[in-house]
């Protein structure tokens, strides 16, 4: 990494500060509304502070501003003066802060949801922002923190780590099971209808594999909503492709050919560097492996069988 050269008086603590919390954010319009600042006031601490240093701490990136080496560094020196600004009110909540996450839609309702619950016993302050995405893991991570993704991601610059696997079956609602009948052999569900994502949508290779086993059946509803591939399940719509996890929390849901049907899939966590400076990023990341000890049961498909 490149030595800071300084031209003239030292970095303002403020624009460090400023600059952390862009990098954080990704955005200046963001950072400024977390620091009660308009664009052209973080725009100008920023120059004052690429001034102080000799260089530019920030470059523009596919889906916003990411750091340069300078910015790096320089923001290891903004996260020290965050702590000894927080270190002068022993009083306040020990953390505070937003942490923001890329998530499927499935994680973030059954794990992130009930783990930044948790998290809030303790911090009150720390809130969660969650951007639910079907997707593959970023080059950039823009505006967020934290990225779940569904199989081994392949990243730069950035930590990648295995969370816990799950299980997708097989399931119908007892009513269209009643309706149609009951396969008794894999062979009968060719031209069956399927509920399940978007093929021409989705970017995911691990959840588009998963299909290996419905290829003779029939795309009844599609969806980029793991959600709604439930409820249209139980609705009648088809047999639906589901996470476990999810569909075993309804009982008109039958599951079935479980030994022939249960296709397990990782989840990965992805972060930036810094963000696993952040004391709120690693407190919600304990919380996130708490929960998911916690549900590893239902997880696999183990909570309940038919």
Partial sequence: ????????????????????????????????????????????????????LGGRVLARGVAGWVLTPIGEHAVSAAEGVERALGSLSPDAPSLSGVVRLSATDGFSGFIASPAIVEVRRAHPDVSLEIVAATRRAAQQRVGVDLEVVVGRPHVHR????????????????????????????????????????????????????ARRSTLGMLDAVSSTNVYVHVDATRAGAGFGL????????????VRLFTDEIDERLPYWLVCRPEALRQPTVLAFIGALHARIAAVSEELLGNGRRH
């Fill in 1 to 52: 990494m490149p030595a800071l050269t300084q031209h003239g008086p030292p970095p303002s603590p403020d624009d460090l500060l400023v600059l952390l919390a862009v990098a954080r954010a990704g955005r200046f319009t963001t950072a400024g509304a977390e620091l009660g600042l308009n664009h052209t006031t973080i725009a100008r601490r920023i120059g004052a502070l690429e001034a102080a």
């Fill in 242 to 253: 589901l996470p476990a996890f999810l569909a075993d929390q309804h009982d008109d849901l």
């Fill in 158 to 209: 950035a930590e990648a780590i295995h969370l816990a696997d799950y299980a997708l079956g097989l399931y119908a609602s007892r009513a269209f099971l009643e309706r149609r009948g009951i396969p008794r052999s894999l062979e009968e569900l060719n031209g069956a209808p399927l509920v399940y994502f978007i093929e021409s949508m989705l970017q995911v290779d691990a959840l588009d594999e």
